[in-house]
């Protein structure tokens, strides 16, 4: 029989972090494509696609992570198809992270003066152009610092993804507990490794603030 | 095959689903005013408190904001009764959210004390005011006012985070959504419908704290 050795446990825990890491990561890339396309929306010219945008923001923003996951979970399965934990999670968490970054990413597109639009549009450049030459390059420096800092909300949120049956650390946590009968050290450790991951994402992006405000 | 949607076989369940939401509203409310109480003191020990009070202060809120709020509710509920530590769930839940929201409402009342000016306490204290009453009458009511939207939009995060009590049978709105999809097998259904209350209570709580401001701080 295996026996459950503190090492056994903390082994155990940091595989199971391979996959809140390759979530996390998905959720943020995937989430950040999307998140642009609804940026792109949210702050066109037409008032039809600002409003559903807004309806979009407001439907992720204002519901819980966990029910999106249920309805994702159980919602993709009533068009017939078998999901998977991974497809569920990826999917709900995909969505949610896109969601918050546009509305973040809005943000920072708003503080640009102006005259910057106009002085583009008067270039006869297009919307796109607008964008890609003269807004992004200019709003991605005040967006780094709050992107890094959610970056550590998508990596919390995977945590989640346990619920429906996604194997990552919480759930790891949940099955050693299972077996060991430890939740003390087993839950500690769980923190300490969320900790690990998360800790430096939000140090760096308070180092990042504090630089942005000494260069203004 | 299209699936048909029965939202009918929700309805002999809606005792079930308005205490849940009742739960999930006390919940909130609750730990709410517990959680802001907890961030002042923690943002006066990390601006006005001795040394060591705010380092401890530190930790905590590192420690809380960089963990995920369900491995928080396992460490209340589950870790800590193996050192005795022992409560139900309801009382976890309390626990768990009060010790949340304090230690992201500690990180924005802190911002807001520091936003005051020190010519305000310099002001205060020509006027012989203690140093209670300067924290009391001078800093925490503009710090308060200075950051209240912040503290909005944290108070509705820590109620749609709530639903992940569930977990711990803690019975809040999401236990009702999970009871009755277990009876009825009408999962999407059910969690489809709970969404759209959670919906309606985030936007009915923005509402109130909105009136509570309008009603708490003077114009300008």
């Given amino acids: 029989m295996l026996e459950f050795t503190f090492s056994v446990i903390l082994e155990n825990l940091l595989l199971a972090t391979r996959w809140t890491i390759l979530l996390s990561l998905i959720a943020f890339v995937l989430g950040g494509v999307v998140g642009l396309i609804v940026l792109f929306a949210r702050v066109s010219h037409s008032r039809a696609l600002r409003t559903l945008t807004i309806g979009y923001i407001e439907l992720f923003q204002g519901t819980p992570l966990l029910m999106q996951l249920f309805l994702f979970f159980f919602g993709v399965a009533l068009l017939g198809v078998e999901v998977s934990p991974w497809v569920a999670a990826s999917l709900a968490l995909t969505f949610w992270t896109s969601a918050f970054l546009a509305e973040i990413w809005r943000g920072c597109v708003e503080a640009i003066p102006k005259g910057q639009w106009e002085a583009s549009e008067s270039l006869a450049m297009t919307y796109t152009e607008q964008m890609r030459h003269v807004i992004l390059p200019q709003a991605l420096r005040i967006a780094v610092a709050p992107t890094v800092g959610f970056s550590v909300q998508v990596i919390k949120g995977t945590a989640l993804a346990s619920v429906i049956g996604f194997v990552e650390l919480t759930k790891a946590g949940t099955m050693l507990n299972n077996a060991t009968f430890r939740p003390f050290l087993v839950y500690t450790l769980v923190a300490l490794i969320y900790f690990a991951l998360c800790f430096p994402l939000s140090w760096y992006s308070k180092r990042l603030e504090g630089r942005l405000n000494v260069a203004r | ?220």
């Fill in chain 2, 1 to 220: 095959m299209l699936y048909q949607m029965n939202f009918g076989d929700l309805l002999p369940y809606w005792q079930v689903l308005a205490r849940g939401l009742l739960f999930t509203v006390v919940l909130t409310l609750v730990s709410t005013v517990a959680g802001i109480f907890v961030g002042t003191a923690g943002a006066w020990a990390r601006t006005f408190g001795p040394k060591w009070a705010g380092t401890c202060v530190s930790i905590y809120v590192e420690l809380i904001r960089n963990t995920p709020f369900i491995v928080q509710l396992f460490f209340i509920f589950f870790g800590l009764p193996a050192i005795g530590v022992k409560m139900g769930e309801a009382e976890a839940a309390f626990l768990a959210m009060t010790i949340n929201l304090g230690a992201y409402s500690t990180e924005i009342i802190r911002a807001g004390i520091q936003a005051v000016p020190y010519g305000h306490l310099e002001a205060g204290s020509s006027l012989a005011m203690s140093r209670w009453e300067i924290f009391r009458h001078i800093v925490l009511k503009q710090a308060f006012m200075k950051v209240y939207p912040a503290l909005s939009s944290q108070i509705v995060i820590v109620m749609l985070g709530s639903a992940v009590v569930s977990q711990i049978s803690a019975e809040d709105l999401t236990y009702a959504a999970n009871y009755i999809q277990s009876r009825n097998f009408r999962a999407f259904e059910v969690y489809l419908v709970v969404t759209g209350i959670y919906l309606a209570l985030a936007i009915a709580l923005r509402a109130l704290l909105r009136g509570i401001a309008r009603a708490v701080f003077p114009k300008g």
